[in-house]
Structure formats: structure tokens, C-alpha cells
């Protein structure tokens, strides 16, 4: 993938981060009048995280070696992964449950099986959508650390370096 198509999918990363932020400030004015503010303190956690998370990675993002496809795969992995979570969260907040999906958060909170499910179904999918994003990631990551760019420039001046001696 082109370092400008990189370049913009870490700045939407970025983007995506600090609305987080932005939600996290005001979502916490409200954690008191949730169903069960114990999730509510969970989101607003969970929020402020995300979006340190998203702001981290979009930064490295230009620095990822992926084609085209699974950049995006990572790039929409990623972002689904991490608004699929606060979206369960949210949704438990609101209806005061969650005990069977997330029980330490829930501090016994329990819905009906019909709200039960419905977080099931909004966060299930996030886990694996989220394991595939970072391993694409870390893959995206291989190498040194070096630019070939920077690396092949060195080659050429010790090469150029060499002649001079002989």
C-alpha cells in the first residue's frame, strides 16, 4: 500500500482516538444516572483507553509493510473491534446488565436473556476481529525498525566510501 494511504488510515486512527476522548469527557458526567453505574464507570475506562490505543497505533500506521488488503483488513478489524467493545459496554450500562458476558464489570448485574444476548451478539465478534487486526499489525511491523530507503542509502555510501579508498 501507498505511505499516503498509510499515512491517512493512521490519521483517521488518530481521529477516531481523540473523539474518544471527547466521548470519555462527556460520558462521564453521566455514569451516575446508568442502570448500573458500575458498567458506566467501565465505559468511561474502556473509552479513555481506546482512544489512547487508536491515537498509538495510528501514529506507528505509516510505518506498517502491508499491501493494500490487509491494511484495510487491520484498519477496519481494528475500528470494529474497539467500537464493538464500548458498544457492549454501553448497551449493558444502559439496560443494567451484562453478567454473563462481562461479570467482573457487572458486579452482578443481570438482564433478561433477550439483553444477555444482545450483548453477546454486539461483542463476540469483536474479539476475533481485534486478534486479527493486531496480528496483521505486528506482521505489518516485521523488520528492523530501519526504512529499506535509509538502509539502501548507508549500502550505497559505504560502497562509494570503499571506492575512495581503493
Given at each position: ?41 467501565s ?11 487508536l ?32 458498544a ?49 499489525i ?29
Amino acid at each position: 500500500m501507498s505511505a499516503t494511504a498509510l499515512a491517512v488510515q493512521g490519521h483517521r486512527l488518530i481521529q477516531i482516538g481523540v473523539a474518544l476522548f471527547l466521548f470519555t469527557s462527556f460520558q462521564g458526567f453521566a455514569v451516575p444516572y446508568f442502570a448500573a453505574p458500575n458498567l458506566g464507570r467501565s465505559v468511561h475506562t474502556l473509552s479513555g483507553f481506546t482512544g489512547v490505543l487508536l491515537v498509538a497505533v495510528g501514529l506507528v500506521w505509516p510505518k506498517l509493510k502491508l499491501t493494500s488488503m490487509p491494511s484495510r483488513l487491520a484498519f477496519w478489524f481494528l475500528v470494529y473491534s474497539a467500537l464493538a467493545t464500548i458498544a457492549g459496554f454501553v448497551i449493558a450500562a444502559l439496560l443494567g446488565a451484562g453478567g454473563s458476558i462481562i461479570p467482573i464489570a457487572a458486579a452482578g448485574a443481570r438482564g433478561s436473556d433477550a439483553q444477555e444476548m444482545l450483548i453477546q451478539l454486539v461483542m463476540y465478534p469483536a474479539a476475533p476481529t481485534g486478534i486479527i487486526s493486531f496480528a496483521l499489525i505486528l506482521w505489518g511491523l516485521r523488520g528492523n525498525g530501519v526504512h529499506e530507503n535509509a538502509v539502501g542509502r548507508a549500502r550505497s555510501s559505504a560502497a562509494t566510501e570503499a571506492r575512495r579508498v581503493d
